[in-house]
């Protein structure tokens, strides 16, 4: 096992039209993340799920932004209708709710530009 | 709300110095984390705090954990060019209140430490 993937590692496009991103997490953690960083500040907490739930979005989860972890594997997350203000690295992790194990890993993100 | 507080957010130093980044939060919580960021990468992952009175060090780092003051600490000691980097602290809900449905971590803003020759 690798650790994290993310891909694609950088993304350009055109202000309007959607993007999707995917994360493959560590294959025994249970637990995935989406966080978005813009320059400057510390990453943002978006969603996470457990297995293929859903359990927790981030107010700045905005309708616009879609994720889904169809078979508890990978997730991807979707925006639509990009805005210049989406442009970020977003950013996955991925953890496991055994007993005892606490971290979290991080992937290398996708870097996302909207002109 | 969870909010994180690092201070400072800049820092250039010399190397063979020492000194210390500082991490507040504002509720209760049972994980604290320590990460850092090269220009361009992702997180890794340094230390995990999970006690009061917690102390680990890794090399010329060292992390401790004081629950009651919700304060954080990063302390570098005769410090090297290598360690040149952005550092996060990051703070999990506690697992008591959440029982395991609240999970994401709130970060600080960083600390962009500069170690110059």
């Known amino acids: 096992d690798t650790g994290v993937s993310q891909n694609p590692r950088h993304k350009i496009t055109k202000r309007g039209q959607n993007v999707t991103f995917r994360c493959d997490p560590i294959s025994e953690h249970n637990r995935l993340y989406w966080y978005r960083q813009t320059l400057g500040q510390g990453p943002e907490f978006l969603t996470y799920f457990q297995n293929e739930a859903q359990l927790e979005k981030s107010r700045l989860l905005s309708d616009r932004f879609s994720a889904e972890r169809p078979k508890g594997s990978f997730s991807t997350l979707e925006i639509q209708r990009t805005e210049q203000g989406d442009s970020a690295m977003y950013l996955c992790?991925?953890?496991?709710?055994?007993?005892?194990?606490?971290?979290?890993?991080f992937g290398s993100g996708t870097r996302l530009t909207v002109v | 709300e969870l909010k994180v507080e690092q201070n400072p957010l800049f820092l250039s130093m010399q190397e063979g110095k020492n000194y210390t980044i500082y991490c507040n939060y504002s509720?209760?919580?049972?994980?604290l984390y320590w990460y850092r960021q090269d220009p361009g990468k992702s997180l890794e992952s340094l230390f995990v705090l999970l006690s009061n009175g917690a102390v680990k060090q890794e090399g010329r780092l060292m992390a401790s954990l004081d629950t009651k003051a919700r304060l954080s600490t990063l302390h570098i000691t005769a410090a090297v060019h290598d360690l040149s980097a952005t550092y996060f602290c990051a703070v999990a809900p506690f697992m008591g209140w959440s029982g395991g449905g609240a999970d994401g971590l709130t970060f600080g803003k960083g600390t962009h430490l500069i170690i110059q020759p």
């Open positions: 992790a991925s953890s496991t709710t055994s007993p005892g194990v606490y971290g979290y890993t």
């Open positions: 509720t209760t919580s049972d994980r």
